[in-house]
């Protein structure tokens, strides 16, 4: 018997059962797909936990599958009990190659919603999939990022610590009164409320330079406040030390004019 | 004086680290000048004063009146302060500015 004729057979028999089957798989797993949908869009609306919302989806998406696939074997004409089972078998496997496994796959060094500087780029992370990273930067553009990549780079992840320090570096001319400016410099950073008292903000001299005499300020802040404190703090360094007369070092070179003493030079005339 | 304890001096004694800013200003409420606070006492301060002045004069800019006396939706007498209701110098002039003085 042929193999066409086999199959003419059985649909003979079972035909009626299987289009039923066929049509509860297909339908299940639209609603399924629906569902999940409707549940994550409504729970991302109620919370920004997307790792959390993300979880819940899957593992209601897991449970319904299964009531799908269970339904769509029984509608089949198969019995329950090995159904279950199978699925049951299925789903054991399957957790024990995960914690088996887990420690031998390399993890993605951040999580949904983190600020990272990965594979070139600085943004925040928007998913993660086993293949590739949605990252959007800071300039409202999206990427995606194949892990391959990111597991080969060195990757910063602004989310692990709570404080960043915040570097002011200026320069200031060889005549200018370089204690006024250091105390000046300790004053902007220590006055300002986001700037954390411990460790408290310093003022080193960094260099003695050809141009100027190298200023360095440090201070730390919270990490979120690191961008916006920064800029402020630069824009309080540039006017104070205006206000207090103190002059910016810029770029310089002294030219110095070589005047030869004057010879008679070659007479062209007779040569 | 062991060195904990003059650095608590230092702290208390030197250089003051407001932990807030607000915008205050006078306006004609029932024709009567009232003055206000933004953000309001209650609410949480600005933490930069970088901020309060460039909101300070956007207020000014967005009220200001080139008629004589004080009209209505005018802010007058626009200063930053701090924390403790203390006028605070602005950065940028190292003085007590304040805008639309009346």
Not at chain 1, 44 to 70: Q, Y
Not at chain 1, 217 to 224: E, F, I, L
Not at chain 2, 26 to 36: A, F, N, P, S, Y
Request: with cysteine; aromatic share 8%; hydrophobic share 45%.
């Amino acid at each position: 018997m042929s193999r066409f004729q086999r199959i003419g057979e059985l649909m003979a028999e079972r035909g009626p059962e299987l289009v039923m089957s066929l049509l509860v798989l297909v339908i299940g797993l639209v609603l399924v797909r629906w569902i999940v949908r409707v549940l994550r869009s409504a729970l991302l609306k109620v919370t920004n936990r997307v790792t959390l919302v993300s979880i819940a989806c899957n593992i209601l998406m897991v449970l319904l599958l299964a009531v799908v696939f269970v339904s769509a074997s029984l509608e089949a004409g198969l019995k329950p009990g090995p159904v279950i089972s199978f699925l049951t078998f299925v789903s054991l496997a399957a957790v024990g190659v995960i914690v088996l496994f887990r420690p031998l796959l390399p993890t993605l060094p951040f999580k949904v919603g983190n600020v990272v500087k990965a594979a070139d780029l600085l943004g925040r992370i928007e998913a993660t999939t086993i293949l590739n990273t949605r990252m959007k930067t800071f300039d409202g553009k999206t990427f995606f990022v194949p892990n391959r990549k990111i597991l080969d780079d060195i990757v910063i992840n602004y989310h692990f610590t709570q404080t960043r320090r915040i570097k002011i570096d200026v320069g200031i001319r060889y005549d200018q009164d370089l204690m006024k400016a250091k105390r000046l410099l300790e004053e902007i950073m220590v006055s300002d409320p986001r700037v954390r008292a411990k460790p408290a903000p310093v003022v080193y001299v960094l260099n003695l330079s050809r141009d100027c005499v190298e200023l360095g300020g440090r201070c730390w802040v919270d990490n979120p406040k690191y961008w916006v404190t920064r800029c402020d703090l630069l824009e309080k360094t540039k006017l104070g030390f205006d206000n207090a007369g103190l002059a910016f070092a810029f770029r310089q070179l002294d030219v110095h004019h070589y005047n030869p003493p004057s010879e008679p030079g070659p007479d062209f005339e007779d040569a | 004086m062991e060195i904990t304890e003059g650095l608590k001096i230092i702290d208390t004694g030197w250089v003051q680290k407001p932990k807030g800013f607000r915008v205050k200003y006078r306006k004609l409420v029932e024709g009567q000048l009232v003055t206000e606070l933004s953000p309001p006492e209650g609410k949480a301060g600005l933490d930069s004063d970088v901020v309060a002045w460039r909101y300070a004069w956007k207020l000014y800019m967005a009220t200001r009146s080139d008629a004589d006396g004080i009209q209505d939706g005018e802010l007058v007498n626009i200063h930053v302060v701090n924390d403790a209701a203390e006028r605070v110098k602005c950065y940028a002039t190292n003085d007590f500015d304040e805008f639309n003085p009346k």
